[in-house]
């Protein structure tokens, strides 16, 4: 169920950047945008760890910064990937991965946090 409200949460939250960012468009077909939002989870999920590792001198270096640029990075894989998103350059790409990431963020505040939910089972227990 964490997965399919995840997916949600990523179709949202590319579905609000293309509002708001003329160069990002996103498809009107809602099947396509979660297929999407499933591919962006997905890149996020198994190649941004993987990036962010090798990348974490330049990360210290500018002191978080290029976070921007590893989040840029994986929007713009994503448009690679499907047919249904298209990210016109780099900066477009920067400034479309903080709208994603403040909307998710947004989003995720009202989901349960599973360790807190762990917790109270094991304090009833």
Known sequence: MRI??????????????ARLIDDITLSDDWVTV??????????????RPIVKLIAFPLTLLT??????V???GMLQLTDWL?????VVGFWTSVLGGIVISLVSWVLS???PDDDHDARLVRQRA
Not at 5 to 13: P, Q
Not at 82 to 86: F, K, P, Q, Y
């Open 4 to 17: 399919i409200v995840r997916i949600l949460i990523n179709a949202a939250a590319l579905w609000v950047a």
């Open 34 to 47: 979660l297929f999407v939002a499933a591919v962006f989870g997905l890149v996020n999920a198994l190649i």
């Open 63 to 68: 002191l978080g910064l290029f976070t921007l």
């Open 109 to 111: 505040v009202f989901l």
């Open 82 to 86: 499907t047919s249904g998103l298209d």
């Open 70 to 72: 590893i989040n840029a």
